[in-house]
């Protein structure tokens, strides 16, 4: 899909938004978005680098970085602990955790002016921008409160399904909305974002997306935490006590 | 011009026949295929190292950071309670000795007063004892000096008399 200002008057092609083109690698049996993959190897190698140069000396009283990350943690961690729960929400935190800081990134990385790395087709873009992307993400949170819940009550996790054959459909519904809405969301507000800011610049080149893009910074880091907290509120239900509320 | 609304229309139609276009071949909004996968990979793998190189580490030094804290506030708890104790043990010993102070005091007062009223009593007496003798010698002084006097007016009366009676004998 390629929108083009051609079509304004009869002039030559000056800027384009693109959207839906790959750089497609073929790695064995797959074959691969290549942009990406670039991004989200980005984004790993900064996550990766910022907490291992900042973890190397922990110190009891911390200082610089570590005071940072340990910001960080605590910020994570209460989205876990306040969805899942003082008791447990402890070995849940690297999957909240990993969500928000990886969906925030991603997010964040798509504001940078990406477009001045050529690749040979495509362009470089946040990797939530993918829909593979966030499918991946909610199929992860989908099998993780899956799994939490398996533990929890067994098979029990799946006796509301057959407690009344109206509300079945409805919890079969919700087993398929769920991961739908959340990849759908995150992926329609990065690419929405992407393609204004695109649009934008197209039209009036400099100064009027500025705060447009300030603006999705924060958005940004709304759908990391709304990605993040839904997993933690969906596993939270799944490791709930029952016994608590009947 | 860019405002006008058949300008927007035409957009659309465009992108609409552009993304036909494009799904027509491979690729698309909507592609899915190996992306996923590796998508998956990379996040588990992401996951994997934060855990070991952030999750970890920062959990265990805030964990030992608290356990620390609790420790010390602990024992800054049980020295201030003991010096709380300490404090109430003086503070009683204090009253006490002070109890006792006054007690020594009452007591000297009284042994003071007592000694003081014995030694009064004796002055009295001793005064007493004085008056009595002084007016006894006074007395005695007096019986001796009447009797002399006595003596000595019998003396004086006779020498008179015979004086008396010799100048009129003489004369008649």
Redesign the interface.
Same mark, same amino acid.
């Given at each position: 899909? *390629?929108?083009?200002l051609a #079509? &304004?008057?009869n002039q030559p092609l000056i800027a384009a938004v693109e959207?839906?083109?790959?750089l #497609?690698w073929q @790695?064995g049996?797959?074959?691969?978005?290549g942009q /990406?993959?670039i991004t /989200?190897?980005v984004v790993?190698l900064l &996550?990766?680098g910022l907490?291992?140069i900042?973890?190397r000396k @922990? !110190?009891?009283v911390?200082s610089g970085l !570590?005071n940072f @990350? *340990?910001y960080a943690?605590?910020l994570l961690?209460s989205i876990a602990r306040n969805q899942i729960g003082e008791k447990q929400y402890?070995s849940w935190?690297?999957?909240i955790? #990993?969500i928000f800081?990886?969906v925030l990134f991603a997010n964040w990385l798509g504001q940078l002016p990406l477009r001045l790395f050529h690749i040979p087709e495509g362009e470089l873009a946040s990797?939530t921008n993918?829909?593979?992307?966030t499918?991946? =993400?909610s =199929?992860?949170a989908l099998v993780s409160y899956i799994y939490a819940g398996l533990r929890k009550s067994g098979f029990g996790y799946f006796k509301h399904y057959f407690e009344s054959p109206i509300l079945a459909a409805v919890w079969v519904l919700e087993f398929f909305t769920r991961p739908l809405s959340l990849s759908i969301r995150l992926f329609g507000n990065i =690419?929405a974002e992407e393609l204004v800011v695109a649009v934008l610049i197209l @039209?009036v080149p400099i100064l009027v997306p500025v705060p447009l893009m300030i603006l999705f910074l924060l958005t940004g880091a709304i759908q990391a935490l709304v990605f993040s907290t839904l997993t933690a509120s969906y596993v939270g239900e799944a490791v709930e006590d029952h016994d608590d509320h009947h | 011009m860019l405002f006008d609304p058949g300008w927007a229309a035409h957009l659309l139609l465009l992108a609409a026949e552009e993304a036909a276009a494009v799904e027509a071949e491979s690729g698309g909004l909507f592609d899915f295929g190996g992306t996923l996968v590796l998508q998956i990979v990379n996040f588990l793998l992401l996951m994997t190292i934060l855990s070991a190189v952030f999750y970890g580490p920062i959990s265990r030094v805030i964990e030992e950071r608290s356990e620390y804290i609790r420790s010390n506030a602990g024992s800054a708890q049980r020295r201030f309670d003991e010096a709380k104790a300490l404090a109430d043990q003086y503070e009683q010993e204090l009253r006490i000795t002070r109890l006792e102070a006054q007690q020594v005091i009452a007591a000297a007062e009284a042994e003071a007063q007592k000694i003081r009223a014995q030694q009064l009593a004796e002055a009295q007496r001793e005064a007493q004892e004085r008056i009595a003798q002084a007016q006894a010698d006074l007395d005695r002084q007096k019986q001796a000096a009447l009797a002399s006097l006595s003596g000595e007016v019998e003396a004086i009366s006779r020498t008179l008399s015979e004086k008396l009676l010799s100048d009129s004998g003489r004369r008649f």
């Open positions: 899909m *390629e929108l083009a #079509t &304004l008057g959207v839906g083109k790959h #497609t @790695l049996p797959l074959s691969v978005h /990406t993959m /989200t190897w790993m &996550l990766i907490t291992f900042g973890t @922990l !110190q009891r911390p !570590q @990350l *340990e943690y605590d961690a402890r935190v690297p999957l955790g #990993t800081l990886f990797p993918d829909i593979n992307t499918v991946a =993400l =199929l992860i =690419l @039209l | -």
